[in-house]
């Protein structure tokens, strides 16, 4: 077996199965960002004066729970 190949398959099955999108919490919301860096990878950060702007990786399955706050997939 071809190792490399079986490692790049592994790693698209992975990042097919995590999502980058875009959320915001107002600023009344933002204490919940705490709670999805348990369930996502926040890349980024971005305080406005009306609230947070994140960038995630989140897995598939934990979507439904922050579609409130979802701006854009990217």
């Known amino acids: 077996y071809n190792i490399p ?5 592994m ?8 999502q980058n999108l875009e959320l915001f919490f107002p600023k009344d919301k ?3 960002i705490y709670n ?3 369930s996502a ?4 950060k971005e305080s406005t004066l009306k609230g947070t702007l994140c ?8 979507i439904k729970e922050w579609k ?3 701006i854009k997939k990217v």
């Open 5 to 9: 190949i079986l490692l790049q398959k």
């Open 11 to 18: 790693k698209s099955v992975i990042q097919e199965l995590n």
């Open 30 to 32: 933002e204490h919940k």
């Open 36 to 38: 999805l860096s348990r």
């Open 41 to 44: 990878k926040i890349l980024k």
């Open 55 to 62: 960038r995630i990786t989140i897995p598939s399955d934990q």
């Open 68 to 70: 409130d706050f979802f």
